[in-house]
């Protein structure tokens, strides 16, 4: 909430003009009403050799909370603890980002009708931020100002003294220096990559975002090194910001209600993953293989339990041998997304009754899935704590039943193979175990002993030698024996009596 | 049932009370003015008028296949629901009435036919008197009445199981119709019962077990009465000495005895069928030789006259031989009887050559207990609700008999092994041990939950939607997992100078409940935790059903609050050497304790939140108060009048000060298990019993014996003071004791009624506690300034009622979950109170209330 701008003179062209290019007086202190809080400009100097102007935006949180917002019910403002205790009225957030404009939008526009020859021309300027939100660190911050003409100094904050071993804080204290610079492209820098470092959590953003990063970044930002960071960070602030409103809050509660952070307990979709990424090779012959097992194994119904954001399901529609798919997962977020990607609102209806999404839990039985050809779980088991485990087992295999069953796993032989992986390291924050192919295969086969299936094992990916591959795949099929299990209530009596106990 | 006769006057047409009653007649015969004459009107559903509603006019014969799509839709739902239902429409053709016939067997229910007779020119003079039937043509009725004479003969032969037929007018007019109770229905009786499992001739073990409830001659001196769940003959000793006992009872009233397999295929045999004479019916043929032929008379009689299950008791109790799903009961159809004598096999044989029956039990989540035999079993176990009562005294196991409404076990060893058994006994209820999860349908989606203290709570989908993510995903196995706890309300807000909470308003308001002695609680500064603490392994395999751990330590999400479970063990551990040393396995006489804590320090779990949250707003704000001072100095060094603003930054610096020094009070730093503090405040439950109501002062007594016996250092105590809400003095000691504690920098205070569940004069639940937070505390929830006199004026604008209400709903559901964990009810029951307080604390309330 707080930055300084100061710039040096020369009798002849004196430090003070700077009032002139802000349009704010350096003997006054000067207060505006923003929609956030009241924003102060005052110099702390002001001579001909040097003078500085802050800016200092006074947050009123509790009426920051206020706003916006429908009520919750009881007249309860309808959000999340996150937003009450929260930086905004400390650190140099996008509010002071849009103070910056609302309150030197002329100096901006580069724009001084008393000075209009010095709008035009570089001048001496350090710019101090104390308190700078930066996700992506230090280094981060250098990226984005230093090709931009800026000598940068970016020092972490500590989170707290009194316990080092907590670390760095996401703030840092930055000083930018530079000769090179208009006041009105430092300003425009400001506009931009303040928001673009700070956290991507906020509620209050306006609607014409992409206009406004178009002027801001006129000049700079189409031949910025990494324009392609600040245009999809600047501007997806503004989907999370859609997404919080729109998205139920039910698990944020239930995070708050355990002092958990939200991020902790919603990651069965992986944040970044919405946008359309190209997948990588293991997944594609992941996928592959399956479709080429259950091909073989000649099923037409088929559930994808765990089906996440549906790439599978999405697969599967595009062969009609599939006459029925079923997405099912725990997760309301990854539904959501995969109905998106399925574009299940705008699909024809013949389309649409080959396939079902809802939400389902492998923790219980379910008699919905019940009756199926086939079952898929690729890179599900290792979502669940051990000890839960056999449920998932039940579950399937003893109570839905599909006569084919693919389970997919990590070989964690595999992982030296990997070279982003630190050793020791699971594949995924939410894997809670990853199996040797020798674990899986005993719990494969323990499982197809008890339910009554036969189970052989494939390997998917490049088989290597020494490690095996990088996902382990076992396909079950149940045994024609047991195939006859379905509830028969028309024998007759006498048959029945014959082998009553 | 024969076509009833003619009487001369006012002919008496019996209706059972659960039936599918179809009217049969041509248009303008009088149905709807006989249905209407007979029956209430939500009983009947006519065809016209479900013409009209899919297609606005009642007479749009084009209508008449969607009509009769939503007449059966409405006579299935009421079916389903057990509700008689009159179908008024011509079921003049034999099509019509078969898919009525088939929607009766669909529903279980009998299909009963009332045949309207009436000439054809009174129907027609009668259409004709309608504006809306005025045009039908002549021929219309004549097929009617064609086709409705074609059908009289053969109505019985179509399943009808009764049939009246009204000839005329007269005959019409004059007729009464009484409704008759199913054969099945004895919920008028209340016993008390004793029910008896499968017998098969062993009568001098049946003398034995008889003699032991206390019934002298077949008869009990308290009014007792003997139900017999069947299979009273076969395989052993004197299968004639137990039909000739059962039946005196049954005929003296002193006993009710539904058929069993073995009755049902002897009485075949009796009749001259045909039948083979294994399983123990060859020994039954030739104990009965010996017998009277006016015996084997009577014998074939009783079995004859045989109803397969009962519903007893208010419908709170079912008996039947093979169990029963609770769609079937009180329901009569074929299906229904085969269920009841045989079961639901899967059409599997096991290795023995026994066929595999389908595990219907553990889908039974009917509220009446099914109490039944046919499958012997080592031990009677109540599963969902039901109990197989075969224990195999024919095998050499035992005779038991189940007291109810008592839920009382009762048995005697058998003699000897009479029969050797096809397989060896062993129990087929499934319970836990293999992991066999609980049904998404107990949990998912818009639910109510019935509960003993708050009636019916229901719960939304949406929360049910997030409650099963988070149970799903992060939980312990439900079989640990038997309470979470409820959320609390704060105190009604201050309006004392600086304060925003006061205990003074809690203590006002339980003053108002008329609650006059209250306990004040230390709260404490960590985490929610729920201890699950067995005695040991054995007990938890026992009691919960698992192999492994001891007992559980959860979030109040149910997570475990250690990724290491050898951590969680060590503390269980701990606590269960405490409890051993401080005597309480043996006082409380349990094998486990549930108990509610506090486990600290805060930091400890939520070190994520402390950092990305707490820290960083204590990071950034000390960051930025230097330079901002500094600047500010500066402009009024240089005589720029600032000094407003500077003042008001200095004090922004401060609260931010004080924030930081508010969070960091929750922090300290651990290893391994040093430093970790577990502070239990409540004994919520023990084997059989709820420790919810136990008064606190006796709660904290239990408490600080467990603390003062542990060595470890791990348990903590919890410091409180009790107060008379009437007594001025002792208010103001209680703020006092709050304002010393909370200046010290304590977390504040709970105040609960000292009486634990208590109600209002008007008879509602009050709150189970109430929290008062200090006031340094509530700027790590309200954030730094929230104490500036403007900030605290809008901030006093809050609304608690529904933070109020979802705190008693949750309570509710909490005390249901422990009064249903010590009724011993089954899992899906708990689970279903415990899943609902998860879902509950998904609803959108102030979070920082």
């Given at each position: 909430?707080?930055?300084?701008?100061?710039?040096?003179?020369?009798?002849?062209?004196?430090?003070?003009?700077?009032?002139?290019?802000?349009?704010?007086?350096?003997?006054?202190?000067?207060?505006?009403?923003?929609?956030?809080?009241?924003?102060?400009?005052?110099?702390?100097?002001?001579?001909?050799?040097?003078?500085?102007?802050?800016?200092?935006?006074?947050?009123d949180?509790?009426?920051?909370?206020?706003?916006?917002?429908?009520?919750?019910?009881?007249?309860?403002?309808?959000?999340?603890?996150?937003?009450?205790?929260?930086?905004?009225?400390?650190?140099?957030?996008?509010?002071?980002?849009?103070?910056?404009?609302?309150?030197f939008s002329?100096?901006?526009?580069?724009?001084?009708?008393?000075?209009?020859?010095?709008?035009?021309q570089?001048?001496?300027?350090?710019?101090?931020?104390?308190?700078?939100?930066?996700?992506?660190?230090?280094?981060?911050?250098?990226r984005?100002?230093?090709?931009?003409?800026?000598?940068?100094?970016?020092?972490?904050?500590?989170?707290?003294?009194?316990?080092?071993?907590?670390?760095?804080s996401?703030?840092?204290?930055?000083?930018?220096?530079?000769?090179?610079?208009?006041?009105?492209?430092?300003?425009?820098?400001?506009?931009?990559?303040?928001?673009?470092?700070?956290?991507?959590?906020?509620?209050?953003?306006?609607?014409?975002?992409?206009d406004?990063?178009?002027?801001?970044?006129?000049?700079?930002?189409?031949?910025?090194?990494?324009?392609?960071?600040?245009?999809?960070?600047?501007?997806?602030?503004?989907?999370?910001?859609?997404?919080?409103?729109?998205?139920?809050?039910?698990?944020?509660r239930?995070?708050?209600?355990?002092?958990?952070?939200v991020?902790?307990?919603?990651?069965?979709?992986?944040?970044?993953?919405?946008?359309?990424?190209k997948?990588?090779?293991?997944?594609?012959?992941?996928?592959?293989?399956?479709?080429?097992?259950?091909?073989?194994?000649?099923?037409?119904?088929?559930?994808?339990?765990?089906?996440?954001?549906?790439?599978?399901?999405?697969?599967?529609?595009?062969?009609?041998?599939?006459?029925?798919?079923?997405?099912?997962?725990?997760?309301?977020?990854?539904?959501?997304?995969?109905?998106?990607?399925?574009?299940?609102?705008?699909?024809?209806?013949?389309?649409?009754?080959?396939?079902?999404?809802?939400?389902?839990?492998?923790?219980?039985?379910?008699?919905?899935?019940?009756?199926?050809?086939?079952?898929?779980?690729?890179?599900?088991?290792?979502?669940?704590?051990?000890?839960?485990?056999?449920?998932?087992?039940?579950?399937?295999?003893?109570?839905?039943?599909?006569?084919?069953?693919?389970?997919?796993?990590?070989?964690?032989?595999?992982?030296?193979?990997?070279?982003?992986?630190?050793?020791?390291?699971?594949?995924?924050?939410d894997?809670?175990?990853?199996?040797?192919?020798?674990?899986?295969?005993?719990?494969?086969?323990?499982?197809?002993?008890?339910?009554?299936?036969?189970?052989?094992?494939?390997?998917?990916?490049?088989?290597?030698?020494?490690?095996?591959?990088?996902?382990?795949?076992?396909?079950?099929?149940?045994?024609?024996?047991?195939?006859?299990?379905?509830?028969?209530?028309?024998?007759?009596?006498?048959?029945?009596?014959?082998?009553?106990? | 049932?024969?076509?009833?006769?003619?009487?001369?006057?006012?002919?008496?047409l019996?209706?059972?009370?659960?039936?599918?009653?179809?009217?049969?007649?041509?248009?303008?015969?009088?149905?709807?003015?006989?249905?209407?004459?007979?029956?209430?009107?939500?009983?009947?559903?006519?065809?016209?008028?479900?013409?009209?509603?899919?297609?606005?006019?009642?007479?749009?014969q084009?209508?008449?296949?969607?009509?009769?799509?939503?007449?059966?839709?409405?006579?299935?739902?009421?079916?389903?629901?057990?509700?008689?239902t009159?179908?008024?429409?011509?079921?003049?053709?034999?099509?019509?009435?078969?898919?009525?016939?088939?929607?009766?067997?669909?529903?279980?229910?009998?299909?009963?036919?009332?045949?309207?007779?009436?000439?054809?020119?009174?129907?027609?003079?009668?259409n004709?008197?309608?504006?809306?039937?005025?045009?039908?043509?002549?021929?219309?009725?004549?097929?009617?009445?064609?086709?409705?004479r074609?059908?009289?003969?053969?109505?019985?032969?179509?399943?009808?199981?009764?049939?009246?037929?009204?000839?005329?007018?007269?005959d019409?007019?004059?007729?009464t119709?009484?409704?008759?109770?199913?054969?099945?229905?004895?919920?008028?009786?209340?016993g008390?019962?004793?029910?008896?499992?499968?017998?098969?001739?062993?009568?001098?073990?049946?003398?034995?077990?008889?003699?032991?409830?206390?019934?002298?001659d077949?008869?009990?001196?308290?009014?007792?009465?003997?139900?017999?769940?069947?299979?009273?003959?076969?395989?052993?000793?004197?299968?004639?000495?137990?039909?000739?006992?059962?039946?005196?009872?049954?005929?003296?009233?002193?006993?009710?005895?539904?058929?069993?397999?073995?009755?049902?295929?002897?009485?075949?045999y009796?009749?001259?069928?045909?039948?083979?004479?294994?399983?123990?019916?060859?020994?039954?043929?030739?104990?009965?030789?010996?017998?009277?032929?006016?015996?084997?008379?009577?014998?074939?009689?009783?079995?004859?006259?045989?109803?397969?299950?009962?519903?007893?008791?208010?419908?709170?109790?079912?008996?039947?031989?093979?169990?029963?799903?609770?769609?079937?009961?009180?329901?009569?159809?074929?299906?229904?009887?085969?269920?009841?004598?045989?079961?639901?096999t899967?059409?599997?044989?096991?290795?023995?050559?026994?066929?595999?029956?389908?595990?219907?039990?553990?889908?039974?989540?009917?509220?009446?207990?099914?109490?039944?035999?046919?499958?012997?079993?080592?031990?009677?176990?109540?599963?969902?609700?039901?109990?197989?009562?075969?224990?195999?005294?024919?095998?050499g196991?035992?005779?038991?008999?189940?007291?109810?409404?008592?839920r009382?076990?009762?048995?005697?060893?058998?003699?000897?092994?009479?029969?050797?058994?096809?397989?060896?006994?062993?129990?087929?209820?499934?319970?836990?041990?293999?992991?066999?999860?609980?049904?998404?349908?107990?949990?998912?989606?818009?639910?109510?939950?019935?509960?003993?203290?708050?009636?019916?709570?229901?719960?939304?989908?949406?929360?049910?939607?997030?409650?099963?993510?988070?149970?799903?995903?992060?939980?312990?196995?439900?079989?640990?997992?038997?309470?979470?706890?409820?959320?609390?309300?704060?105190?009604?807000?201050?309006?004392?100078?600086?304060?925003?909470?006061?205990?003074a308003?809690?203590?006002?308001?339980?003053?108002?409940?008329?609650?006059?002695?209250?306990?004040?609680e230390e709260?404490?500064?960590?985490?929610?935790?729920?201890a699950?603490v067995?005695?040991?392994?054995?007990?938890?395999?026992?009691?919960?059903?698992?192999?492994?751990?001891?007992?559980?330590?959860?979030?109040?999400?149910?997570?475990?609050?250690?990724?290491?479970?050898?951590?969680?063990?060590?503390?269980?551990?701990?606590?269960?050497?405490a409890?051993?040393?401080?005597?309480?396995?043996?006082?409380?006489e349990?094998?486990?304790?549930?108990?509610?804590?506090?486990?600290?320090?805060?930091?400890?779990?939520?070190?994520?939140?402390?950092?990305?949250?707490?820290?960083?707003?204590?990071?950034?704000?000390?960051?930025?108060?230097?330079?901002?001072?500094?600047a500010?100095?500066?402009?009024?060094?240089?005589?720029?009048?600032?000094?407003?603003?500077?003042?008001?930054?200095?004090?922004?610096?401060?609260?931010?000060?004080?924030f930081?020094?508010?969070?960091?009070?929750?922090?300290?730093?651990?290893?391994?298990l040093?430093?970790v503090r577990?502070?239990?405040?409540?004994?919520?439950?023990?084997?059989?019993?709820?420790?919810?109501?136990?008064?606190?002062?006796?709660q904290?007594?239990?408490?600080?014996?467990?603390?003062?016996?542990?060595?470890s250092?791990?348990?903590?105590t919890?410091?409180?003071?009790?107060?008379?809400?009437?007594?001025?003095?002792?208010?103001?000691?209680?703020?006092?004791?709050?304002l010393?504690?909370?200046?010290?920098?304590?977390?504040?205070?709970v105040?609960?009624?000292?009486?634990?569940?208590?109600?209002?004069?008007?008879?509602?639940?009050?709150?189970?506690?109430?929290?008062?937070?200090?006031?340094?505390?509530?700027?790590?929830?309200?954030?730094?300034?929230?104490?500036?006199p403007?900030?605290?004026?809008?901030?006093?604008?809050?609304?608690?009622?529904?933070?109020?209400?979802?705190?008693?709903?949750?309570?509710?559901?909490?005390?249901?979950?422990?009064?249903?964990?010590?009724?011993?009810?089954?899992?899906?029951?708990?689970?279903?109170?415990?899943?609902?307080?998860?879902?509950?604390?998904?609803?959108?309330?102030?979070?920082?209330?």
């Amino acid at each position: 909430m707080f930055l300084t701008i100061t710039t040096t003179g020369t009798p002849e062209r004196p430090a003070t003009d700077l009032g002139y290019l802000l349009h704010k007086h350096p003997e006054k202190s000067q207060a505006f009403s923003t929609s956030y809080g009241k924003a102060h400009v005052l110099y702390p100097e002001a001579d001909a050799e040097r003078c500085a102007a802050a800016l200092l935006l006074e947050v009123d949180a509790v009426a920051l909370v206020r706003r916006g917002k429908g009520k919750g019910r009881g007249g309860a403002p309808d959000a999340a603890l996150a937003q009450y205790v929260n930086d905004r009225p400390y650190a140099a957030s996008s509010l002071l980002a849009v103070a910056l404009s609302a309150v030197f939008s002329s100096a901006m526009r580069g724009v001084c009708n008393a000075r209009p020859e010095r709008a035009a021309q570089p001048l001496p300027l350090r710019i101090e931020v104390p308190a700078l939100p930066a996700r992506g660190g230090p280094e981060l911050v250098r990226r984005l100002f230093e090709p931009l003409g800026w000598a940068v100094t970016a020092e972490p904050v500590p989170l707290d003294v009194r316990f080092p071993e907590w670390g760095d804080s996401r703030y840092v204290r930055l000083v930018l220096e530079s000769e090179a610079l208009t006041l009105a492209e430092a300003l425009r820098h400001l506009y931009v990559l303040l928001p673009v470092l700070d956290d991507a959590k906020h509620y209050w953003v306006s609607s014409d975002e992409v206009d406004k990063l178009l002027r801001a970044g006129e000049g700079w930002l189409p031949d910025h090194p990494e324009q392609k960071l600040i245009t999809s960070r600047y501007l997806s602030r503004r989907w999370s910001l859609t997404r919080e409103a729109m998205e139920r809050l039910e698990l944020v509660r239930l995070a708050e209600a355990d002092d958990s952070e939200v991020e902790d307990i919603d990651n069965a979709v992986e944040a970044e993953s919405e946008v359309e990424e190209k997948p990588t090779p293991l997944a594609v012959q992941r996928r592959d293989a399956i479709i080429a097992a259950l091909k073989a194994s000649g099923a037409a119904r088929v559930l994808d339990l765990g089906c996440g954001q549906g790439q599978l399901v999405q697969a599967l529609l595009k062969d009609p041998a599939f006459t029925e798919i079923v997405g099912v997962d725990v997760s309301m977020r990854a539904l959501t997304i995969a109905g998106r990607r399925l574009k299940l609102d705008r699909m024809g209806e013949r389309q649409a009754s080959r396939v079902k999404l809802f939400q389902g839990s492998l923790a219980y039985t379910d008699n919905r899935l019940k009756g199926y050809d086939a079952a898929v779980l690729s890179e599900v088991i290792e979502h669940l704590d051990l000890p839960r485990l056999p449920a998932l087992e039940y579950a399937v295999f003893g109570s839905a039943r599909p006569r084919t069953v693919l389970v997919t796993t990590p070989n964690v032989e595999y992982n030296v193979r990997w070279e982003s992986l630190p050793a020791g390291h699971v594949r995924h924050g939410d894997h809670r175990f990853e199996w040797t192919r020798d674990e899986f295969r005993a719990w494969a086969t323990a499982v197809a002993e008890r339910h009554g299936y036969g189970v052989q094992f494939v390997p998917v990916g490049p088989d290597d030698p020494e490690v095996g591959p990088p996902t382990q795949m076992a396909i079950f099929e149940m045994n024609t024996a047991d195939m006859n299990t379905g509830t028969q209530n028309n024998l007759n009596d006498e048959k029945k009596e014959a082998k009553a106990a | 049932m024969s076509e009833t006769t003619q009487a001369p006057q006012g002919r008496v047409l019996p209706v059972t009370d659960l039936s599918l009653v179809v009217l049969v007649g041509a248009s303008g015969s009088g149905k709807s003015t006989f249905a209407r004459r007979h029956f209430k009107p939500t009983e009947v559903i006519s065809s016209d008028f479900c013409r009209g509603l899919v297609s606005d006019d009642e007479n749009d014969q084009s209508a008449t296949r969607d009509a009769f799509d939503v007449l059966h839709y409405i006579a299935g739902k009421r079916l389903a629901a057990g509700r008689c239902t009159v179908v008024d429409a011509t079921s003049v053709q034999q099509d019509a009435r078969r898919q009525l016939i088939d929607l009766a067997k669909r529903y279980d229910v009998l299909p009963i036919a009332i045949v309207l007779d009436v000439p054809e020119e009174v129907c027609a003079e009668r259409n004709a008197a309608r504006t809306d039937r005025a045009d039908m043509p002549r021929r219309v009725i004549q097929r009617h009445i064609r086709e409705l004479r074609r059908s009289v003969r053969q109505l019985e032969r179509e399943g009808f199981r009764k049939v009246h037929v009204l000839r005329g007018v007269e005959d019409v007019e004059n007729a009464t119709v009484v409704t008759e109770k199913r054969f099945n229905d004895l919920t008028h009786l209340t016993g008390p019962f004793d029910i008896v499992g499968d017998i098969h001739g062993c009568a001098s073990e049946l003398e034995t077990l008889l003699g032991k409830l206390g019934y002298v001659d077949g008869a009990h001196p308290d009014g007792r009465t003997a139900v017999f769940v069947g299979d009273l003959v076969d395989r052993g000793p004197d299968s004639p000495g137990v039909l000739r006992r059962v039946m005196s009872m049954v005929k003296s009233g002193n006993a009710l005895c539904v058929p069993g397999n073995h009755e049902n295929k002897y009485g075949r045999y009796l009749k001259g069928r045909k039948v083979q004479h294994t399983h123990g019916l060859a020994e039954t043929i030739e104990q009965m030789e010996g017998e009277s032929e006016e015996f084997r008379a009577e014998v074939r009689e009783f079995i004859d006259g045989l109803v397969s299950h009962y519903v007893l008791d208010g419908g709170r109790l079912v008996v039947c031989h093979a169990g029963l799903p609770e769609k079937y009961h009180g329901r009569t159809s074929g299906r229904v009887r085969s269920h009841a004598l045989y079961g639901d096999t899967t059409g599997e044989t096991d290795e023995f050559g026994l066929p595999v029956r389908y595990p219907w039990a553990e889908d039974y989540r009917g509220r009446a207990a099914v109490v039944y035999g046919h499958t012997p079993v080592p031990e009677a176990t109540w599963l969902n609700n039901t109990i197989c009562l075969d224990t195999g005294a024919v095998f050499g196991g035992k005779l038991t008999a189940l007291r109810w409404p008592e839920r009382e076990l009762v048995d005697v060893p058998a003699e000897k092994v009479w029969y050797e058994p096809a397989r060896p006994l062993r129990s087929e209820a499934p319970g836990g041990h293999d992991g066999r999860p609980l049904d998404l349908a107990d949990v998912h989606g818009r639910r109510v939950v019935e509960t003993r203290h708050q009636g019916r709570v229901s719960i939304r989908e949406e929360n049910a939607a997030a409650a099963l993510e988070v149970m799903s995903r992060f939980a312990v196995d439900p079989r640990l997992l038997p309470y979470l706890p409820p959320t609390m309300a704060p105190t009604a807000t201050s309006h004392i100078e600086g304060y925003l909470e006061h205990p003074a308003e809690a203590f006002a308001q339980y003053a108002q409940d008329g609650v006059e002695r209250v306990v004040c609680e230390e709260k404490h500064m960590g985490s929610r935790a729920v201890a699950l603490v067995c005695r040991d392994a054995e007990a938890a395999r026992k009691r919960f059903g698992v192999d492994g751990p001891t007992g559980s330590l959860n979030t109040r999400t149910g997570r475990p609050f250690f990724d290491d479970e050898s951590v969680t063990e060590t503390i269980l551990e701990r606590v269960r050497a405490a409890a051993g040393e401080a005597g309480l396995w043996d006082d409380l006489e349990t094998d486990w304790l549930l108990l509610d804590a506090e486990l600290m320090p805060w930091s400890l779990k939520a070190s994520g939140l402390l950092r990305s949250q707490y820290a960083a707003v204590g990071a950034a704000s000390g960051a930025a108060f230097p330079g901002a001072l500094a600047a500010l100095e500066g402009a009024a060094a240089r005589g720029v009048d600032v000094s407003d603003l500077l003042a008001r930054q200095r004090e922004r610096a401060s609260d931010a000060a004080a924030f930081t020094e508010a969070y960091r009070r929750y922090c300290w730093t651990t290893d391994g298990l040093d430093g970790v503090r577990l502070a239990p405040f409540q004994i919520l439950a023990v084997q059989g019993r709820s420790l919810a109501a136990l008064p606190h002062d006796e709660q904290l007594a239990l408490l600080d014996r467990l603390v003062e016996h542990d060595g470890s250092g791990l348990l903590q105590t919890t410091r409180r003071l009790y107060v008379d809400t009437g007594d001025p003095e002792s208010v103001r000691a209680g703020v006092d004791w709050w304002l010393e504690m909370t200046g010290r920098g304590g977390e504040g205070m709970v105040v609960k009624p000292l009486g634990a569940v208590v109600r209002s004069g008007e008879g509602r639940l009050v709150q189970p506690g109430i929290k008062c937070r200090g006031r340094e505390y509530l700027r790590i929830i309200y954030g730094p300034e929230y104490t500036r006199p403007d900030n605290l004026d809008r901030l006093r604008k809050r609304f608690l009622n529904h933070k109020r209400s979802l705190a008693i709903r949750e309570y509710a559901l909490g005390l249901e979950a422990l009064d249903r964990l010590a009724e011993g009810e089954p899992l899906w029951r708990v689970h279903e109170a415990v899943f609902g307080v998860l879902a509950l604390e998904s609803e959108p309330v102030d979070p920082r209330l």
